[in-house]
T-cell receptor
Framework: DAMVIQNPRYQVTQFGKPVTLSCSQT?????MYWYQQKSSQAPKLLFH???????NEADTPDNFQSRRPNTSFCFLDIRSPGLGDAAMYLC???????????FGPGTRLTVT | GQNIDQPTEMTATEGAIVQINCTYQ??????LFWYQQHAGEAPTFLSY????GLEEKGRFSSFLSRSKGYSYLLLKELQMKDSASYLC???????????FGKGTMLLVSP
């Protein structure tokens, strides 16, 4: 009965090679978030979707893009990964803005 | 913007009580959340405060003072499985998004 699913759990990519991380949810929540979390640091919000409306955080690099083709799925695209992009990427959903967020298990990205 | 401060690490003994503090400075406050995160896992929701006072939920309680920009999470009857990072997160009034603190790593020993 997984509610927020992230695939893959571990992803290895090469420096500069585009990579896509995926998130799906069975909660039918209208908000989906993507966070980046580096070791021993706080989760940092990259962007979120409220339904189809995309909201980018001001300090999110252009290298990071997102797509939400439907309510259930959301993708994080890293166009040219650098070594500094190695991190855990967390997807979360919410039933409306501002409420409790439900997190997926995360995808740990390694850049070689 | 938001600035959130928590202690980096705390240690406690099984069966004891521990209080994890969080202070924040914010341009617009609309609620404070506490999450638990075990190593390599996703954060899970523990509690939510938007008004001053204490919210109790089993072994876990959370307190908020908006005038002081201060919250704490109180864990009672500590168990080994409570060893985890505890994240304080503040909700922005305008955008309703969360800004997380760096988390407090709690180590419970026998």
């Amino acid at each position: 009965d997984a509610m927020v699913i992230q695939n893959p759990r571990y992803q290895v990519t090469q420096f500069g090679k585009p990579v896509t991380l995926s998130c799906s949810q069975t909660l039918n929540h209208n908000v989906m978030y993507w966070y980046q979390q580096k070791s021993s640091q706080a989760p940092k919000l990259l962007f979120h979707y409220y339904d189809k409306d995309f909201n980018n955080e001001a300090d999110t690099p252009d290298n990071f893009q997102s797509r939400r083709p439907n309510t259930s799925f959301c993708f994080l695209d890293i166009r040219s990964p650098g070594l500094g992009d190695a991190a855990m990427y967390l997807c979360a959903t919410g039933d409306g803005l501002g409420g409790e967020q439900y997190f997926g298990p995360g995808t740990r990205l390694t850049v070689t | 913007g938001q600035n959130i401060d928590q202690p980096t690490e705390m240690t406690a003994t099984e069966g004891a009580i521990v209080q994890i503090n969080c202070t924040y400075q914010t341009s617009g406050f609309n609620g404070l959340f506490w999450y638990q995160q075990h190593a390599g896992e996703a954060p899970t929701f523990l509690s939510y405060n938007v008004l001053d006072g204490l919210e109790e939920k089993g072994r876990f309680s959370s307190f908020l003072s908006r005038s002081k920009g201060y919250s704490y999470l109180l864990l009672k009857e500590l168990q080994m499985k409570d060893s985890a990072s505890y994240l304080c997160a503040v909700r922005d009034r305008v955008y309703s998004t969360l800004t997380f603190g760096k988390g407090t790593m709690l180590l419970v020993s026998p």
